[in-house]
């Protein structure tokens, strides 16, 4: 059993847990990710390891309620457990070399981009971030990015807080100026990280996508992470769980990476709802 240490909610629908995890927490990396379990009958969910604390035995978990799992997990507070925490799984991010980075997070994606920016504050590199979400109420980990940036762009898609827009209003003004980065690196929504790969295109600049499709067993087994890249003209097939998350943005299929990743929609949708049902004859 793993144990709760620490709970806080960002906004309304984002809950960060610390989890007691020492053999987890001795070896994670940015972009790593868990698959975790509340309990013996649960379903396995896979989410990005959004920090940890090698001293304390610790690792940050950040989630999204969106389905009847993760429903489940918000329903706990400190000093319950969850069955399985395991991991780390997955390749850490590249970022061995870079001096001048810019990270696009949107909404949740923004946990999977801090502790990168976090390591690459640490290393040295200039880090230019810039974080988008639907409104104010929604927005998470402000002050987090501002101490590891050297500059910090925040935009709502209602103009509520921040700059008014998307993420690739900040960034285009980058590249039109003449700013050259390292390598871009984006995570969030699909749409929005394809548009800011296309965005970057023209560029030549690397970009880095976190990709986060349906996954089961997180070993390469199941099939059901696949996702397609276009290689040299040639169309190949690889696996987020044990070739990602990471990506060259510029190879993703995006397309069929949403159409696969909606797949389940209407099945979330219904067992949230149940689990929600179940929660209430219970009260």
Known sequence: MYKIVTKK???PTVTMMEIEAPFVARKAEPGQFIILRVDSDGERIPLTVAGYDRERGT??????IVGATTKKLGELNEGDSISDFAGPLGVPTHLEGLKDVCIVGGGVGCAIALPIAEKLHRMGCRVTSIIGFRNKDLVILEDEFRA?????N???DDGSYGRAGNVCMPLNEYFASGKRFD????IGPLIMMKFVVEATRPTGIPCDVSMNPIMIDGTGMCGGCRLTLNQDGKRVTKFACVDGPDFNGYEVDFDEAMSRGAMYRDFERHAYEAACNLFKKGE
């Open 154 to 156: 925040i935009t709502t």
């Open 9 to 11: 909610e960002l906004n």
């Open 59 to 64: 690792v940050k978990i950040i989630f999204q």
């Open 183 to 186: 390598k871009v690196i984006t």
């Open 148 to 152: 590891c940036s050297d500059e910090l």
